[in-house]
């Protein structure tokens, strides 16, 4: 079993010492003691920083942390260290349990790209050339959006959500190269984007993934779908972070080129050791604002709540649940 040094020293966005190291596992020790106090659970998502994944109970993608808030058994405190919309998505799983956010300013851009009375207006108008039209929303949005919407979807699930509806005209809510992605694999149906997009993988561009290819043809190169269509277009895969996870673990290629946020290189760093990981990759400082102290201070002061109204809640967890029923609760492919 490696110690966290070890572990540690394989991250390449952090330039960890050994002094930060020991001072994360007196941290770890105050954060186990607070979480049975507590009765909590810690989730976390797939960019954060590794010294919280390590100390997480369960670590995924966003698909994966919204099954496994579904599926919250004896945890009277979810203590959720991801972005806003991802912590409301657990509140609106599990409204008669106690939600942390361990820091506020945890938002998400993309998120914030579709406010719900702009989506309600589009809706209107769209629904007087379109009748049929219906609104599937990316799980990055605000509760208040996913009450608008009639199904959820994730970056592992979008094609097989959108593809089970009997609906041919979309309105596909907020990220434009996810719909991209969406409408080439599901031709059949009319996708209407919605203009958002997420500043992180916007900035990577196919030049600099061509450059680092030409230098290492041998790469295998592994993309988000929220990149843009001509970094799609260069991938053997394109994959939610968990999805780039499986295949990383399951294929016979044991150098890969891995296009998202830089802390998914960093997992796979300490999750595969025996296979190599180059990053194409930014950072989100929204992921990142979260240290491990704020996620200690969120279980000492049971400090920030989540809260969602009731009237967006349960038509927001209708819309997640359809979701469940469509993908029977399955996480997303990893063929390799
Ligand atoms: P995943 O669901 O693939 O983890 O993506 C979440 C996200 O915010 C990507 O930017
Ligand atoms: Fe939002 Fe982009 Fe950050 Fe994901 S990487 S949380 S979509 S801003």
Redesign the pocket.
């Known amino acids: 079993m490696p110690t966290l040094l070890e572990e540690l020293s394989r991250v390449k966005t952090y330039e960890y010492t050994a002094e930060d190291v020991r001072e994360f596992e007196a941290l770890h020790d105050e954060i186990r003691a607070l979480k049975a106090e507590r009765n909590a659970v810690i989730v976390a998502?797939?960019y954060y920083r590794p010294e919280i994944l390590k100390i997480a109970d369960f670590v995924g993608?966003?698909?994966e942390l919204a099954l496994m808030a579904a599926k919250v058994k004896d945890a009277d405190v979810i203590c959720f260290c991801g972005v806003h919309f991802m912590a409301e998505t657990a509140k609106i799983l599990n409204p008669g349990r106690t939600v942390l956010l361990p820091n506020l300013l945890a938002g998400?851009q993309l998120a914030d790209a579709a406010p719900a009375e702009d989506l309600a207006a589009r809706i209107e108008e769209l629904r007087r050339d379109f009748p049929d039209l219906a609104v599937v929303s990316y799980v990055?949005t605000t509760a208040a959006v996913k009450a608008l919407s009639d199904i959820i979807c994730?970056?592992?699930n979008a094609g097989k959500v959108v593809a089970s509806l009997p609906n041919r005209n979309i309105l596909f809510v907020p990220d434009r190269n996810l719909a991209n992605h969406v409408a080439e694999q599901v031709p059949d149906k009319n996708i209407i984007a919605w203009e958002g997009f997420?500043y992180?993988?916007q900035q990577i561009t196919p030049e600099e993934i061509g450059r680092i290819r030409a230098n290492d043809p041998e790469l295998e190169i592994l993309v988000?779908p929220?990149c843009r269509p001509d970094v799609a277009k260069l991938a053997d895969a394109v994959l939610?972070?968990?999805g780039m996870v499986r295949y990383a673990k399951e294929c016979s290629a044991t150098r890969f080129l891995v296009v998202t946020?830089c802390g998914l290189s960093d997992r796979l760093a300490m999750e595969v050791p025996d296979k190599q990981f180059v990053k194409g990759c930014k950072l989100c400082t929204f992921m990142k604002v979260t240290s491990l102290e704020d996620v200690r201070d969120s279980l000492a002061r049971m400090r920030y709540a989540i809260e969602v109204p009731e009237e967006v809640r349960v038509p927001a967890e209708r819309a997640l649940r359809r979701m469940f029923e469509v993908t029977e609760g399955k996480p997303g492919p990893a063929t390799c």
């Open positions: 998502h797939n993608d966003s698909l998400c990055n994730t970056s592992a997420c992180v993988h988000h929220e939610s972070t968990s946020e």
